[in-house]
């Protein structure tokens, strides 16, 4: 083997070397900058120390023990990650790591993501094994509302909270058919256990009673359904 040096003194003045690469008619394969240390791959003026150049320039990456391959690809300035490209390895998924090489976030084959967990069961899994879970959205203007928005084939519910000098927090039905709110519990086989009727606004309260039952005071228009 041999050494290539690209920097060294001549008179006391640093000299640098230039190491390009051709195809044989005039165009360049590759180039390595003796003066920055940087590397270009379709280019002879590297910007970084490894500079790909390509009408969509990718870095393909092959594991050989068992030949499956990843990709990082830049596609009209669009950056798109391939896990397991030809679709070798089953679960193959897509993960970050920080701190020496602790996983804080998944993709999985399935599209579900997790965070805090390396098996993500739903499209959005958050887990924390110390402390509070939080997800924070917010709103910094002042007039309008941090929003949670679940749509049901077209069906919707907001549920949001406005700080506009009103501090209101709602929970908004809107969509085709029927948009009352209900709220629900499941304990000892209850179902439905209040309904918000969408055509009167009529809070309605289901329950069951044995013996005598008496209710005081006021809470708008309350029916028993």
């Known amino acids: ?17 230039d190491l390009t690469i051709a195809d044989g008619k005039g165009n360049t394969v590759a180039f390595f900058d003796g003066s920055t240390a940087r590397m270009g791959i379709g280019t002879d003026s590297p910007q970084n120390i490894l500079h790909l150049s390509d009408v969509t320039p990718a870095l393909l990456m092959t594991d050989e023990d068992d030949n499956s391959e990843a990709r990082v690809v830049n596609g009209g300035g669009n950056l798109f990650l391939d896990a397991d490209l030809n679709d070798e390895i089953a679960g193959s998924f897509i993960a970050l790591r920080t701190d020496n090489g602790t996983e804080i976030m998944r993709v ?14 739903h499209d959005l899994d958050v887990r924390k094994t110390s402390g509070d879970s939080i997800i924070r959205t917010k709103a910094t203007d002042g007039s309008n509302r941090a929003k949670l928005i679940l749509d049901a084939n077209n069906q919707i519910a907001e549920i949001y909270f406005a700080n506009n000098n009103t501090n209101k927090t709602a929970i908004y039905a809107n969509g085709g058919g029927d948009d009352s709110l209900n709220f629900w519990t499941f304990a000892s086989g209850i179902g439905t256990t209040a309904t918000m009727k969408q055509d009167t606004g009529d809070f309605c309260f289901y329950y069951n009673v044995s013996g005598s039952a008496t209710s005081t005071g006021s809470f708008g228009r309350v029916t028993n359904p």
């Open 108 to 121: 999985s084959s399935s599209g579900n993501v997790g965070i805090g967990t390396t098996s993500p069961a």
């Open 1 to 17: 083997g041999g050494v290539i040096n690209f920097g060294g003194y001549a008179n006391g003045t640093t000299q640098f070397r």
